[in-house]
């Protein structure tokens, strides 16, 4: 038996693939006779407007398998019975909807029967916790991207923590969520978080899985937000959205708020390819975003005149200037803009079904100019690229109750970024010939043109005309893949799935070195290799001119993912039960050291025989879920699992070039190279239990701990006594956290006009560490006694940067139905969103040892406190949508306004380590800042809380209003 189970997981891995197919549920039940009980042979039950149905077998009982999530009208018929139609049928992804019938006699009843189904208030065969938004919700709320979405979701909060900043789910680090859309992982598999974005009036549906997901999920060590695509409709239809908040002249205040200059049009388009025939149906949206204004801030006006400028200027005097910005202005663009289009085609020709579909995301940002560059607004940057995936999906079912899917997918991703005058002519970002046909001129530095000196005002450097901003940067990663999975039904208990997958990645990088080519330049007869010794650039995929690169250790990285699986749905009336069984095989085509100790150089870069590959990571992650029903009304869940995922392959990437110049040592570098980096480990459980309270309230109750082994996090490696290298700061597998908590969240299924959602969740979060590169706060606390001693990491767990111990959020919906209170108030809805969370760990330090840099990650001093001892203060926010529909003619005409931050709270979300405080850094108070006060005036002041307090990105966004119309037909 052994060898047959290893037998069949070597064969699935040889089959090409990628991914669980993603986005499919089941409909499943009973037929009976209403006045009898006994079940009904034959019966049949039909999904209107489709091919998918299902008969009843000799004890009644039917599903339909491979349901896309949505919602539907089943009709269920009997010869001699009545016809039954249910609408609002919701399927959701991966889960099971059950529904019985029960057919009346025609003899007794003559007329068909036709009710609309209610949203279930607690799920009876779900065996962890998962959150479900639809697309009924998204329509409803103010909330219009899929990350906001995840965020109602119990144990899922933001962090703006320097280098553990994105989306946590229940203390894992960013890096540790995996996104889908549509079976297609678009994870950026370099640093972590969303890799696209789609159209949130194309979304059926979002998901969250924060615990103890079952076998046929993995690259996930925290969590994984899934998110699935409308598809066709029977019947043809179009919807359109436009939504903006140009309503007022960018920074200029009207009625207490501000416009920001973005603007949101959407297009949908969905119903059979061929009129008449729904065996072919699409499903098509558009979007187009744009923005002038760089972003909501609180900025004041900032107007102080006759500042003299400290540096010389290209005379060899000083130039005296005035500084102006004005207000709430965070930067200042051309034009941004970039379009999205997400689609399908499902073609449903019994017994198969094809579904074809895709995502393509374009961006063309004119970065503009921030407030450091205020001064040098015609040296604006570009950043332009794309996001694709496709997927092609082909189902066979060789019986009602037996299928497999063959799926393939494939991901794009491309983007570069370079100054709007130069663009790809590379060599001229150097040249002061070049610059000065753009009106730009260099500094000479012997036989180096070099960017013209800088402003400075007193402690602020500002960029002077010509200033390169960006310089040119490209970056590349893409795959290919596929899966196989195949499912056998047996009546309603036994679901028995088996699968396997494979991706194989591309990554390339690119960045330029203004340094390299002037070296270049000055020394046309040098090598490459001679002038990456000098300049040590980081590159690879790529050569030394940005030509791609195959081979070799500077090569294109191409990291391979596989795996198996095998699991039972087992699914009895009062207990289910989720068994599985996955195997991993992790490639990174990371690059390990033959002897850290001791490197051999040659021509001052790292040898290639001192490298050698990473070895591969196979595993086996055992899963076990089950519920059980106390009464009807009460279920009780629990989850155990085992998880391994491959951290951000940006810990394993970089060019030789740098990192020969790490290893050289005797420096701590920010963005260290990992050799020989090991996926990290994650044991999970979970328990809860659902209660419906009630006709319409539902209370979810869980709790969960997990224990987190070989997350990444920056070493010390010792050099042997007779190396010719110093030691050096690297990468390795040597952090662990454990996280644990308790979630509640309350239902409210509408009830008369109200629907409500209340969700909390407490954590504690503690590990050696936060992220695999710390601030520099964390370098110096571990550094004793203060500075320049000898750095040791800890042994033992502390609170996490990104710990947030209390967040939750009220949703309430109130909502007139058609022709309900009157023309006035009907299909009148108000939608109030509020949030709230405590603040996240941070450590204080002593004001009096502090340097006072311009950020919480830069300023350096002794702590008086324990690692994350203090919290930032609570956050809260009100977010309201209120929206009218109106029937003009065959269109559905809805006017909305959203509100975001309702009542323009300044909420602190950091805070200098100082004061403990977001509006200051307490430098005017020490000895050093009331001295410079004195020395340089009222303008000096003014200057100092303009840049360190509004521009320091302490506060949550202000209030933005935003009128949207969307039309539907």
Same mark, same amino acid.
């Not at 040098?376 to 079912?397: A, R, V, W």
């Not at 110096?780 to 203060?786: E, F, G, H």
């Given at each position: 038996?052994?060898?047959?189970?290893?037998?069949?997981?070597?064969?699935?891995?040889?089959?090409?693939?990628?991914?669980?197919?993603?986005?499919?549920?089941?409909?499943?039940?009973?037929?009976?006779?209403?006045?009898?009980?006994?079940?009904?042979?034959?019966?049949?039950?039909?999904?209107?407007?489709?091919?998918?149905?299902?008969?009843?077998?000799?004890?009644?009982?039917?599903?339909?398998?491979?349901?896309?999530?949505?919602?539907?009208?089943?009709?269920?018929?009997?010869?001699?019975?009545?016809?039954?139609?249910?609408?609002?049928?919701?399927?959701?992804?991966?889960?099971?909807?059950?529904?019985?019938?029960?057919?009346?006699?025609?003899?007794?009843?003559?007329?068909?029967?036709?009710?609309?189904?209610?949203?279930?208030?607690?799920?009876?065969?779900?065996?962890?916790?998962?959150?479900?938004?639809?697309?009924?919700?998204?329509?409803?709320?103010?909330?219009?991207?899929?990350?906001?979405?995840?965020?109602?979701?119990?144990?899922?909060?933001?962090?703006?923590?320097?280098?553990?900043?994105?989306?946590?789910?229940?203390?894992?680090?960013?890096?540790?969520?995996?996104?889908?859309?549509?079976?297609?992982?678009?994870? *950026?598999?370099?640093?972590?978080?969303?890799?696209?974005?789609?159209?949130?009036?194309?979304?059926?549906?979002?998901?969250?899985?924060?615990?103890?997901?079952?076998?046929?999920?993995?690259?996930?060590?925290?969590?994984?937000?899934?998110?699935?695509?409308?598809?066709?409709?029977?019947?043809?239809?179009?919807?359109?959205?436009?939504?903006?908040?140009?309503?007022?002249?960018?920074?200029?205040?009207?009625?207490?708020?501000?416009?920001?200059?973005?603007?949101?049009?959407?297009?949908?388009?969905?119903?059979?390819?061929?009129?008449?025939?729904?065996?072919?149906?699409?499903?098509?949206?558009?979007?187009?975003?744009?923005?002038?204004?760089?972003?909501?801030?609180?900025?004041?006006?900032?107007?102080?005149?006759?500042?003299?400028?400290?540096?010389? *200027?290209?005379?060899?005097?000083?130039?005296?200037?005035?500084?102006?910005?004005?207000?709430?202005?965070?930067?200042?663009?051309?034009?941004?803009?970039?379009?999205?289009?997400?689609?399908?085609?499902?073609?449903?020709?019994?017994?198969?079904?094809?579904?074809?579909?895709?995502?393509?995301?374009?961006?063309?940002?004119?970065?503009?100019?921030?407030?450091?560059?205020?001064?040098?607004?015609?040296?604006?940057?570009?950043?332009?690229?794309?996001?694709?995936?496709?997927?092609?999906?082909?189902?066979?079912?060789?019986?009602?109750?037996?299928?497999?899917?063959?799926?393939?997918?494939?991901?794009?991703?491309?983007?570069?970024?370079?100054?709007?005058?130069?663009?790809?002519?590379?060599?001229?970002?150097?040249?002061?010939?070049?610059?000065?046909?753009?009106?730009?001129?260099?500094?000479?530095?012997?036989?180096?043109?070099?960017?013209?000196?800088?402003?400075?005002?007193?402690?602020?450097?500002?960029?002077?005309?010509?200033?390169?901003?960006?310089?040119?940067?490209?970056?590349?990663?893409?795959?290919?893949?596929?899966?196989?999975?195949?499912?056998?039904?047996?009546?309603?208990?036994?679901?028995?799935?088996?699968?396997?997958?494979?991706?194989?990645?591309?990554?390339?990088?690119?960045?330029?070195?203004?340094?390299?080519? *002037?070296?270049?330049?000055?020394?046309?007869?040098?090598?490459?290799?001679?002038?990456?010794?000098?300049?040590?650039?980081?590159?690879?995929?790529?050569?030394?001119?940005?030509?791609?690169?195959?081979?070799?250790?500077?090569?294109?990285?191409?990291?391979?993912?596989?795996?198996?699986?095998?699991?039972?749905?087992?699914?009895?009336?009062?207990?289910?039960?989720?068994?599985?069984?996955?195997?991993?095989?992790?490639?990174?085509?990371?690059?390990?050291?033959?002897?850290?100790?001791?490197?051999?150089?040659?021509?001052?870069?790292?040898?290639?025989?001192?490298?050698?590959?990473?070895?591969?990571?196979?595993?086996?992650?055992?899963?076990?879920?089950?519920?059980?029903?106390?009464?009807?009304?009460?279920?009780?869940?629990?989850?155990?699992?085992?998880?391994?995922?491959?951290?951000?392959?940006?810990?394993?990437?970089?060019?030789?070039?740098?990192?020969?110049?790490?290893?050289?040592?005797?420096?701590?570098?920010?963005?260290?190279?990992?050799?020989?980096?090991?996926?990290?480990?994650?044991?999970?459980?979970?328990?809860?239990?659902?209660?419906?309270?009630?006709?319409?309230?539902?209370?979810?109750?869980?709790?969960?701990?997990?224990?987190?082994?070989?997350?990444?996090?920056?070493?010390?490696?010792?050099?042997?006594?007779?190396?010719?290298?110093?030691?050096?700061?690297?990468?390795?597998?040597?952090?662990?956290?454990?996280?644990?908590?308790?979630?509640?969240?309350?239902?409210?299924?509408?009830?008369?006009?109200?629907?409500?959602?209340?969700?909390?969740?407490?954590?504690?979060?503690?590990?050696?560490?936060?992220?695999?590169?710390?601030?520099?706060?964390?370098?110096?606390?571990?550094?004793?006694?203060?500075?320049?001693?000898?750095?040791?990491?800890?042994?033992?767990?502390?609170?996490?940067?990104?710990?947030?111990?209390?967040?939750?959020?009220?949703?309430?919906?109130?909502?007139?139905?058609?022709?309900?209170?009157?023309?006035?108030?009907?299909?009148?809805?108000?939608?109030?969103?509020?949030?709230?969370?405590?603040?996240?760990?941070?450590?204080?330090?002593?004001?009096?040892?502090?340097?006072?840099?311009?950020?919480?990650?830069?300023?350096?001093?002794?702590?008086?406190?324990?690692?994350?001892?203090?919290?930032?203060?609570?956050?809260?926010?009100?977010?309201?949508?209120?929206?009218?529909?109106?029937?003009?003619?065959?269109?559905?005409?809805?006017?909305?306004?959203?509100?975001?931050?309702?009542?323009?709270?300044?909420?602190?979300?950091?805070?200098?380590?100082?004061?403990?405080?977001?509006?200051?850094?307490?430098?005017?108070?020490?000895?050093?800042?009331?001295?410079?006060?004195?020395?340089?005036?009222?303008?000096?002041?003014?200057?100092?809380?303009?840049?360190?307090?509004?521009?320091?990105?302490?506060?949550?966004?202000?209030?933005?209003?935003?009128?949207?119309?969307?039309?539907?037909?």
């Amino acid at each position: 038996m052994y060898r047959k189970v290893l037998f069949t997981i070597f064969c699935l891995l040889l089959i090409p693939g990628f991914i669980f197919a993603a986005g499919y549920g089941k409909i499943s039940g009973k037929v009976v006779d209403k006045g009898s009980g006994e079940a009904l042979i034959g019966a049949t039950v039909q999904i209107e407007g489709s091919v998918m149905g299902a008969s009843t077998n000799v004890n009644g009982q039917y599903v339909i398998l491979n349901v896309p999530a949505g919602v539907y009208t089943l009709k269920v018929s009997q010869v001699g019975y009545t016809q039954y139609t249910i609408k609002n049928v919701r399927v959701s992804s991966d889960q099971t909807t059950s529904l019985d019938f029960k057919l009346s006699d025609q003899a007794v009843q003559v007329e068909a029967i036709e009710i609309t189904a209610d949203r279930p208030i607690v799920q009876k065969n779900t065996t962890s916790s998962v959150s479900s938004i639809t697309s009924e919700d998204i329509k409803n709320l103010p909330i219009r991207d899929v990350a906001s979405l995840a965020l109602l979701s119990t144990g899922v909060v933001r962090s703006n923590a320097a280098n553990a900043d994105g989306i946590i789910i229940r203390g894992g680090r960013p890096d540790e969520v995996a996104y889908y859309v549509d079976g297609v992982q678009t994870t *950026n598999k370099l640093g972590g978080g969303e890799g696209t974005f789609v159209i949130a009036n194309a979304v059926e549906e979002v998901q969250v899985l924060a615990g103890g997901y079952s076998a046929e999920y993995g690259g996930a060590n925290a969590g994984i937000i899934k998110t699935t695509l409308k598809t066709g409709t029977a019947n043809y239809k179009a919807g359109l959205e436009l939504r903006t908040d140009s309503w007022a002249k960018p920074g200029e205040e009207v009625l207490k708020t501000y416009s920001y200059g973005r603007n949101d049009y959407s297009l949908q388009l969905s119903g059979p390819v061929i009129p008449g025939d729904n065996k072919i149906k699409f499903f098509l949206a558009g979007q187009y975003l744009s923005n002038t204004t760089g972003g909501a801030n609180w900025y004041p006006e900032l107007n102080i005149k006759g500042i003299a400028d400290n540096n010389t *200027n290209a005379q060899g005097g000083h130039d005296t200037i005035d500084v102006y910005w004005p207000a709430r202005i965070t930067g200042k663009n051309d034009f941004d803009y970039q379009y999205r289009i997400n689609g399908n085609v499902l073609i449903d020709l019994k017994p198969f079904q094809i579904r074809v579909g895709g995502t393509h995301r374009v961006i063309n940002n004119n970065n503009g100019y921030g407030v450091g560059s205020m001064f040098n607004g015609d040296m604006i940057s570009k950043t332009e690229g794309y996001e694709q995936t496709g997927n092609l999906k082909l189902t066979h079912f060789l019986t009602p109750n037996t299928f497999y899917n063959v799926n393939f997918n494939l991901y794009n991703r491309y983007q570069h970024t370079y100054e709007k005058d130069y663009m790809f002519d590379w060599a001229a970002y150097g040249d002061s010939i070049a610059a000065a046909k753009y009106g730009y001129t260099m500094r000479s530095l012997g036989t180096t043109w070099t960017d013209p000196n800088t402003y400075s005002f007193w402690d602020w450097a500002f960029e002077r005309k010509g200033d390169r901003t960006e310089g040119f940067s490209k970056v590349k990663q893409s795959y290919i893949g596929g899966s196989f999975d195949f499912t056998h039904q047996i009546g309603l208990t036994h679901e028995i799935k088996l699968g396997g997958e494979y991706s194989r990645y591309t990554f390339r990088s690119y960045n330029y070195s203004l340094d390299a080519y *002037n070296q270049m330049r000055n020394n046309p007869d040098d090598t490459w290799d001679e002038i990456s010794v000098t300049i040590r650039p980081s590159y690879y995929g790529y050569d030394f001119f940005g030509k791609d690169l195959d081979e070799g250790v500077d090569g294109a990285k191409h990291p391979v993912f596989a795996a198996a699986y095998i699991q039972d749905k087992i699914e009895f009336s009062d207990i289910v039960l989720n068994l599985g069984l996955r195997y991993d095989y992790i490639d990174s085509d990371g690059w390990d050291l033959v002897d850290k100790t001791n490197v051999v150089f040659e021509n001052g870069l790292i040898r290639d025989d001192q490298f050698k590959k990473t070895e591969t990571t196979s595993a086996l992650s055992p899963r076990i879920g089950f519920s059980f029903a106390l009464t009807d009304k009460t279920i009780f869940y629990a989850a155990w699992g085992k998880f391994i995922q491959q951290s951000k392959l940006r810990d394993v990437y970089l060019g030789r070039p740098y990192v020969s110049r790490i290893v050289t040592g005797g420096n701590a570098y920010a963005n260290p190279i990992g050799f020989g980096i090991k996926p990290e480990k994650t044991t999970q459980y979970d328990v809860g239990f659902r209660q419906q309270i009630g006709d319409n309230l539902g209370l979810d109750i869980s709790a969960y701990y997990k224990d987190i082994k070989d997350q990444v996090t920056a070493g010390f490696q010792l050099s042997a006594a007779n190396a010719s290298h110093q030691s050096y700061y690297m990468l390795e597998n040597a952090d662990f956290a454990t996280t644990k908590g308790i979630e509640l969240k309350l239902n409210l299924r509408r009830t008369e006009r109200v629907a409500a959602q209340v969700s909390y969740s407490y954590s504690d979060a503690r590990g050696t560490g936060s992220a695999t590169v710390y601030s520099t706060r964390f370098y110096m606390i571990w550094q004793a006694p203060t500075y320049g001693g000898e750095f040791a990491m800890p042994t033992f767990v502390m609170p996490l940067i990104f710990n947030y111990p209390h967040k939750g959020n009220v949703w309430v919906d109130y909502r007139f139905g058609n022709n309900d209170g009157g023309p006035i108030l009907s299909n009148l809805g108000i939608n109030l969103l509020f949030n709230f969370n405590s603040g996240r760990s941070y450590t204080k330090i002593n004001p009096s040892t502090s340097d006072y840099g311009t950020s919480e990650d830069q300023h350096h001093g002794v702590p008086t406190e324990p690692y994350g001892y203090s919290q930032t203060p609570w956050v809260y926010t009100f977010d309201l949508t209120i929206d009218k529909t109106v029937q003009i003619g065959p269109l559905s005409t809805n006017f909305y306004v959203s509100i975001y931050n309702l009542l323009n709270t300044k909420a602190e979300t950091n805070v200098y380590p100082e004061t403990g405080s977001g509006f200051d850094d307490g430098y005017l108070n020490t000895d050093k800042g009331r001295a410079a006060a004195d020395r340089n005036g009222a303008n000096y002041v003014d200057m100092f809380k303009w840049m360190n307090y509004y521009t320091a990105g302490n506060f949550s966004a202000p209030r933005q209003v935003y009128f949207g119309l969307r039309v539907d037909f």
